[in-house]
T-cell receptor, first 115, second 114 residues
Framework: DQQVKQNSPSLSVQEGRISILNCDYT??????FLWYKKYPAEGPTFLIS?????DKNEDGRFTVFLNKSAKHLSLHIVPSQPGDSAVYFC??????????????FGRGTQLTVWP | KAGVTQTPRYLIKTRGQQVTLSCSPI?????VSWYQQTPGQGLQFLFE???????NKGNFPGRFSGRQFSNSRSEMNVSTLELGDSALYLC?????????????FGPGTRLTVT
């Protein structure tokens, strides 16, 4: 049951341009969303998060947008840098129920930033 | 603070054997979650432990089990290994108090089953 979906397995962007990574979810009980970045041979690193009471959260070059009605969120990276090349995972947390402590992850999007 | 540590980092086992992986969470974190990562499948949730109790469980067979000790360190065991168990196994720690939801990952254990 893939409740968090990242439909683009890969994205290629030129250095200095904007990278937009997308994520869709199906469970209306999700109320907190996170983005992680993963380099090869390392564990995922927490990047940025957003609560469902907000529609935007910004941290430096990274901004996450949340559209609750469309059950869609996106991560914008501006400007993109070669060091941003990694796999990006979207994750979501339910607000209630027996799985309260669990995060649901998408399958990831490989971002490649070329010079 | 020291980050999440996992041992061993690499492991090669034969089909039918069993394996135990270890995870030490960030100091003060009481929740440990385990994930399996295989190419194209993202992070598949195995289980979560909080205060020595399994609080959540994913859809994996009973060959996959875990436990948590009083110091919050956790172990994961896979019995009767199959070729399909070859994967990166990640553990993540968090406060588990539902105030902060971020999970912090260790570097993973790369398991190869031959």
């Amino acid at each position: 049951d893939q409740q968090v979906k990242q439909n683009s397995p890969s994205l290629s962007v030129q250095e200095g341009r904007i990278s937009i990574l997308n994520c869709d979810y199906t469970n209306s009980m999700f109320d907190y969303f996170l983005w992680y970045k993963k380099y090869p041979a390392e564990g995922p690193t927490f990047l940025i998060s957003i609560s469902s009471i907000k529609d935007k959260n910004e941290d430096g070059r990274f901004t996450v947008f949340l559209n609750k009605s469309a059950k869609h969120l996106s991560l914008h990276i501006v400007p993109s840098q070669p060091g941003d090349s990694a796999v990006y995972f979207c994750a979501a947390k339910p607000d209630r129920g027996s799985t309260l402590g669990r995060l649901y992850f998408g399958r990831g999007t490989q971002l490649t930033v070329w010079p | 603070k020291a980050g999440v540590t996992q041992t061993p980092r690499y492991l090669i086992k034969t089909r039918g054997q069993q394996v135990t992986l270890s995870c030490s969470p960030i100091s003060g974190h009481r929740s440990v979650s385990w994930y399996q990562q295989t190419p194209g499948q993202g992070l598949q949730f195995l289980f979560e432990y909080f205060s020595e109790t399994q609080r959540n469980k994913g859809n994996f067979p009973g060959r996959f089990s875990g436990r948590q000790f009083s110091n919050s360190r956790s172990e994961m065991n896979v019995s009767t290994l199959e070729l399909g168990d070859s994967a990166l196994y990640l553990c993540a720690s968090s406060t588990g108090d539902f105030v902060s939801y971020e999970q912090y990952f260790g570097p993973g254990t790369r398991l190869t089953v031959t």
